[in-house]
């Protein structure tokens, strides 16, 4: 059985204040939700200012942080079409990671899916 933890989905600090959303924060969420028994780990990147990003250093200060964290788990982050709208945009958003997830999630739903 593998149990896969979501930390924050599209939710904001306005849903909650505890909602991690920094990469030191989701790194920590990690750890404690691998500590607890999750065996994998899905995220959504948050900007400084607390908006969805999938913009490069956003992904990869992200990544690296929750990498750092839990080396040794599987994890990734979500892609959805309403984090950059249009899919060459999205598409030309992920194409330009440096640092890439393990995976990412897709709502095959989506366009471009």
Do not use: C
């Amino acid at each position: 059985m593998l149990i896969e933890v979501a930390l924050n989905g599209n939710r904001s600090r306005k849903d909650h204040a505890g909602v991690p959303q920094s990469p030191s924060e989701l790194a920590a969420a990690a750890r404690d939700a691998v500590a607890a028994g999750a065996g994998a780990v899905h995220l959504h990147v948050y900007n400084a200012v607390g908006v969805e990003s999938l913009d490069s250093a956003d992904v990869a200060a992200a990544v690296e942080a929750v990498r750092n964290a839990i080396p040794k788990t599987g994890f990734g982050i979500s892609t959805g079409a309403w984090i950059v709208k249009g899919t060459a945009a999205r598409l030309d958003k992920v194409m330009a990671w440096a640092t890439p997830p393990p995976y990412v999630s897709i709502n095959f739903s989506e366009e471009g899916a």
